[in-house]
C-alpha cells in the first residue's frame, strides 16, 4: 500500500481514444530503443559462420541470378544504367522495405511473452526493427558503392552529385510504409493467423510489381504499365535509382503521391496498433 511518503515515477493509465497515441513515451524510452536495436542485430546472426557477411552475399548471388536470367535471357533494358548496378540498387532498397515489412508484421506474435510481463511503449519493437535494419541496408549500400567505384576505374562514367542527398528522405519513406504496412498486417495477424502465410507470398509478388528487375519505361506503352506506376513504390525506386545515376522515369508528382500514400497508411498503421494493444494479449 503507498505511503504519504512515497511518491510514483510513473503511473500507468488505460488510453482514453484510438487516437491517444503517446507518441512522447517512445522518445522518453528511446535508451530501450536503442537496446532492441542492438538485441536484433545480434540475434540475426548468432550462431552463424559468416555472419553479417550475408548481407554481402545475398544481394551478390540475387545480382547474378538477375543478370542471367532478365538481363541474358529475356534482354530487358536497364535505361543505360550498367545491368550489375541497376540491379545492385534496386535490389538494395527493395530488401530494406521487404526487410522491415516482414519483420513488423509479426511483432505481436513474436514478442507476446514481453508485452505480457513489462511495461514499455509497444510501438518501441517495430521502430526498432526499422531502425536495425538501416544498419543492414548501410551494408548493402556501401557494397553498391564498392562496385560504382569499380566501375569508374574501369573508364565508365559515374554520377556524384548533390541529387544523392535525397536517398536518405527516399529511405525514411521506404521505412515509414514497411513499417505502416508492417503494423497493420501484425495487427491483424493477433485475430487472423492466415496473414503469416498470405504475407510472404504478396511480399514476392510485389516485387515483380516494383521496377526492381526492369525499368518503368520499359512498361510504358505495355498495356498493365499504369498498374506498375500506380505501386507506391515504383516512384521510390525510380527516384532511388535517378539520384544515383541521374537515369530513369522520376517525376516529383509521382513521388508526392507516394508521400500521401504513405502518410495515411502510417496514420491508419498508428490508429489500428494503438487499438488492437490494448486487448491483444486475450487474443495471441
Sequence with gaps: MKTKDEEWTLIIEPKSNLFDLRLREVWQYKDLLFLFVKRDFKAAYKQTILGPLWHFIQPLFTTIVFLVVFNKIAE?????????????????????????????????????????KVYFPRLILPISIVTSNVIKFGIQFLLLLVVMIYYMLQGNTIHFGI??????????????????????????????????????????????????VYPLSFLINKSYGWLISWNPLTPIVEAFRYALFEQGTFSLGSLLYS???????????????????RSFMDTV
Design 259 to 277: 508521400l500521401i500514400f504513405i502518410a495515411i497508411i502510417f496514420v491508419i498503421g498508428l490508429i489500428t496498433f494503438n487499438r488492437v494493444e
Design 76 to 116: 530487358i533494358p536497364t535505361d543505360g544504367v550498367p545491368p550489375t548496378l541497376f540491379y545492385m540498387s534496386g535490389i538494395a532498397i527493395w530488401n530494406y522495405f521487404a526487410s522491415c515489412l516482414t519483420a513488423t508484421s509479426n511483432t505481436f506474435l513474436a514478442n507476446a511473452g514481453i508485452f505480457g
Design 163 to 212: 541529387s544523392w542527398f535525397v536517398i536518405p528522405f527516399l529511405v525514411l519513406m521506404m521505412a515509414l510504409l514497411g513499417l505502416g504496412l508492417g503494423i497493420i498486417i501484425s495487427s491483424l495477424t493477433t485475430k487472423y493467423r492466415d496473414f503469416t502465410v498470405l504475407l510472404g507470398f504478396t511480399v514476392q509478388l510485389l516485387m515483380y510489381a516494383t521496377p526492381i
